[in-house]
């Protein structure tokens, strides 16, 4: 009897194998708190090679030759171990993101964002079911990773209560929540302050005499942000109408209907509790802007202007997303009775903080690698060579952006964390393109551009998985594959037009965000 013969293997397009490959890499790499711990380890090898070494370039904070510092050095190691844990708690990102995060996880454990959302979808008329979602989905950003665990499954089932085809909600949605991470619409993410605080760590890593005034706003790129909002919407609306869903129009939903997910339409306590928690929201809003008012106003700079960042407004921003998702949070909670007493709000603010210890991990080593980093004076040196190359190459600033773009986006496949992405290409690329008149607010904004356009293909993504549970909820066939076939459309578009869009910002000199600019120094 003859052996059966083993079914060929099915031979893998090139994109398949290129996905894989960079699946296999991105697997290989540290997780990014030992990553950044072995970085400082090669900052201070390196540091110690070259302290010797005799440079041309002129380091314009001292107007001598720069020289580097030898960590590795007696003195070195025992100021660096006697700063450490002041490094740490000093490490702006951390304040930032744990406060803000105290509010958002009020807001989400009341259940309040979790109805306001479905409140928004249900009301949606069928023919701007795609726009509305992906926009929601941009809003999301506000509750950090709601939009992921929410949004998305919602997408799914609306599309299909709508008797369209679930996985298009699950891109449409997607689109919005990842794609568009960067998108703010009209208001601030806890994104915003975050990045800013990791570009103002980059631009103090600058040797140009003028970086040691430089205040990074935390809405430097709000302008930028909130209008590229429109552009996300448009460009997922017309993908997910005219190239997604028609592509799955054969794509059967074989899933047992018993199991399918329905989005419950609202009690009518979450409704009273939503309608007390928005009236709380916006008389919050309008004290404040009435608080602003007066020309003598405590939110106002000494100077009374208000959008600069000396200006209390401006350095409270945290603080008032952290009281702006607190104060509705608890009146839904009350109103809508998943609050009981006061241990239930601090339960939410526990449960919020129970989720960031990672993060926690992850800023101590950046923390002390950023530390490093500058004391060697490699960012300098590495920001002047950098910086004499590109005007020896005489490239077109609008190419310099687009590289921007474009290494952010290859980076962002092997490392998930936008955080973590922002502190290492920032502290280089913000003091190099400093040296050539570029601001580091247009800088963040090209980062911003290359971060959020790669998000919806990169199996590394860590909520990657979870969105392919949610496709086999509907299709059992679905994998990996199916996703990033369904989403690589949105990545080339977004990275064709999002960046389009930053150079005609750039190009006409129409403002960034506030207290922002195109130049440095700003003219």
Known sequence: MSTPQAAPAEKQSLLNRALNAIEVVGNKLPDPA????????????????????????????????????????????????????????????????????????????????????RSILSVTPKMLLTPVLIAVGVLSHVAVDAGYVLVIPLGAVIFYAAGRHPLAGIAAAFAGVSGGFSATFFIPSSLDPMLAAFTQEAVNLSAHPAAADLVINPLNNYYFTTASTF???????????????????????????????????LTKREKKGLAWAAFSMVAAFVLLVVSTLPEGSAWRASSGELAVAAAPLMQSIVSLIFIFFLIPGVVYGYVAGTVRSHRDIVEGMSKAMSGMGYYIVMAFFCAQFI?????????????????NWLKEMAFPMGFTLIGIVLLTGFVNLMVGSASAKWALIGAIMVPMLMELGVSPDLTQAAYRVGDSSTNIITPLLPYFPLIVVFCQKYVKSSGIGTLISLMLPFTVAFLICWTAFLLMFWGLNIPLGIGASHSFPAN
């Not at 711990?37 to 002129?58: I, R, T």
């Not at 997922?236 to 059967?252: A, M």
């Not at 980093?373 to 300098?380: E, I, P, V, W």
């Open 371 to 387: 530390y490093a980093f500058g004391q060697s004076n490699l960012g300098a040196l590495m920001a002047i060579k950098g910086a």
């Open 34 to 117: 030992i990553l950044f711990a072995l970085l400082m380890v090669f900052v201070w090898v390196a540091s110690w090679l070259l302290s010797g070494v005799s440079f041309n370039e002129v380091d314009p904070r001292t107007g001598e030759s720069i020289q580097i510092a030898n960590l590795l050095a007696g003195s070195s190691l025992t100021e660096f171990t006697s700063r450490m844990v002041n490094t740490f708690v000093t490490f702006a990102p951390l304040g930032i993101v744990l406060v803000a995060m105290l509010g958002l996880g009020v807001s989400e454990h009341t259940g309040f964002i979790n109805a306001g959302l």
């Open 231 to 265: 552009l996300v919407v448009l460009v997922g609306w017309y993908l997910t109408d005219k190239v997604i869903e028609p592509r799955l129009k054969n794509t059967e939903v074989d899933a047992d209907a018993a199991d399918l997910p329905v989005m419950d339409e």
